[in-house]
């Protein structure tokens, strides 16, 4: 099992900046992935974001050049640092690891709300 804690959600106005965390209970360097999703009011939950044990980063094209994925493996702990926010990048950010290539995504933080006002 993993228990996973965000930290950083909240209110900034567009243009802003803010940093998401993400603490695990154990060490993260051994899992295939690990991702920032969101999920808007009425839609869907979605990827935003995800870094591999190799380091290789995806991006959904709305965050492309705003956001940045991070992982710090001494401190098990990842990071979304999302720039130049925009009012519809507000949604409940949840973190998330994928345990083993080829799985799914096993286990989820408590969501933080991210609010960006016009």
């Known amino acids: 099992q993993v228990q996973l804690v965000e930290s950083g959600g909240g209110l900034v106005q567009a243009g802003g900046s803010l940093r998401l965390s993400c603490a695990a209970s154990?060490?993260?360097?051994?899992?295939?992935?690990l991702g920032w999703f969101r999920q808007a009011p009425g839609k869907l939950r979605q990827l935003v974001a995800s870094?591999?044990?190799?380091?290789?980063?995806y991006y959904v094209d709305s965050v492309k050049g705003r956001f940045t994925i991070s992982r710090d493996n001494a401190k098990n702990t990842q990071y979304l640092q999302m720039n130049s926010r925009k009012p519809e990048d507000t949604a409940v950010y949840y973190c998330?690891?994928?345990?083993?290539?080829?799985?799914?995504?096993?286990?989820w933080g408590q969501g933080t709300q991210v609010t960006v006002s016009s």
């Open positions: 998330a690891v994928n345990e083993q290539l080829g799985g799914s995504w096993n286990y």
């Open positions: 154990r060490n993260i360097f051994s899992f295939n992935a």
């Open positions: 870094i591999s044990s190799r380091g290789s980063t």
